[in-house]
C-alpha cells in the first residue's frame, strides 16, 4: 500500500531519552561495525499517482492489473500474496511469474524515483546490506559515487556456495540479496510455497544450499544490526531469523525501524522477537530515526577523535611482544575496539618511569590482563612483564573483578603458570594465526570478555 515518508513520523518525539541509543547507533555505523538489513518498506519510489510506495508493492499492483485479479477490501497487495494467489488459481506458472518480476524491476531500474531515505542510508558505513527485495537499487546508489562494494544474491534455482570473501582482509561493504535478484529471475523467491521451500534449503543438511556460511558467521562480528521497513507480522520472518541467527543470537544487538502507515506489530509479536533476538522496538518510523541518525552521524565528527563508543567500564591490560607479535596485536585490537573498554599496552609505559612498578599499578587499575601468547612472548629482553607472570596468574580471579584470560597468538609447547588457568582462549589452546578460524576464535573470545565486562558493570 502506498505509504506517506515525507513528514516526520507518528508517535511522539523520542527527544533526549533516545539520544544515548541514536550515538551508540552512529558510532557503530560510523566504525563500520553494523549490519543493515532492508525490508520492502525500505525500498520506496513514487508511484504512477506521485505517492512514496514499496517497489514490490508496485509489482504487486502490475501484476493485478495485468492479470485482471479483483481483490476484495480485506485482501493484501502485496508481492508474495498476489503471486501465490496467481499460482492457487493457476494463472500463471513460477516460471512465468518470476520472468513478470524480472521484467518489472528491469524497467524500473531506470526509471523510478527513489525516495531519499535509501541515498542516505547508502552514505552511511554499513559493513554488511542485506536486501529482501530483487532489485540492485543500493548498488547502483553505490556505483552513482565510485563506491567499492561486493555485490551477492541467493539463487533459488540453483543455490551455491561460490561466495568467497574474506572479511579480515577485504573492506568493502556486502550487499546481500537474500530472495535473488532480479537479473536472474530463477532466483526468485516469490510465492508463500517458495518462502517455505526457501527456509528449508537453507536449514537443511545440503552445505551448498545454505546460506554461505562466511556471511552468517560474519554477523557476530557487527553487533548492531538495523532492520528497516518490516513488517514483523509477517508469519516468515520468525523462520527466517531463527535462521540467520541459529549460532549468533546472543552476540547482536537488533534494532527495527518500520515504515509510516505500516502496522504495527502487536504485543505477543514484539515478545517474541524480543525474548528470541533481543530485538528493540523503538516507537520512532524509518524516515524519521534516519534523520535522527545521519545528524548523530555527522556530529561525530564534531567530537574529540578517539572519543569511545560507551563510556569504559572497564580496563584492560595487553601484554604482547610488541615488535615480533604487532600482526596477532593488530588483528585482535581491530575486534576489541568495539568492547565498553579502555585498553592500555606496554607502550603506555613510555616516560612513566620505572617499568615494574608502573606494570604493578596497572595491574591494581585494570579488570582484565589479557597476555597474547607466543614463543616471542616469553622472550626477557622484550617483555618486561615476565617476571610478573607467576604473579599476575596467581591473582586471576573473575568473580572479584580481576580476570587473566591468555590468548594463544601461535603455536607453542605452553607451560608455567599461564599454562594452568582455566581461561586461555582459545579453550582448546590452538593457535589462533595460522588456524584458518582466526575469524571464529577472536569473535569468541572478545564475546567472553563482553559477557564478562557487562557482568563488571552489574556487580
Known sequence: MPIEMIQPAGGPDPGDANKEVFQTIARKVKDGAAVLFLGPGAVVAKDEKGNWTPLTDMCAAYLVRKYKLQLSDNEECTLPYVASLLRVRNLSTDNVLQEEVGRFYAEQSGKCELHPVLEQLVDLRFRIIINTTPDNFVTQLYDQVAAPYHADFYNYYKPGSGFNFDFEKDPRVVVYNLFGTYKKPESLVLTYKHQLNYIKKIVGEQQNERLPDVLTNAFKDFRCHLFLGFDFEDWNLRLLLDTLYKNVRDNIQPFSYPSKGEREADSETKVFFQGEFGMQFDRVDLDTFVARLMEEYNNLDNQPSGAPAEKPRAEILILHNEAADKDGYDLLIKHLRALPAQFYTLADATGQGDVESWLRGML???????????????????????????????????????????????????????AQLGTIRPPDKTPVLGSANESLYISETVESLRKYIENLART
Open 364 to 418: 591494581e587499575r585494570c579488570q582484565v590482563v589479557l597476555p597474547l601468547l607466543s614463543v616471542d612472548f616469553f622472550d626477557e629482553k622484550n617483555n618486561p612483564a615476565l617476571p610478573l607472570l607467576e604473579e599476575i596468574a596467581r591473582k586471576n580471579n573473575p568473580r572479584k573483578r580481576f580476570l587473566v584470560m591468555p590468548v594463544l597468538l601461535k603455536s607453542l609447547a605452553l607451560d608455567g603458570p599461564l
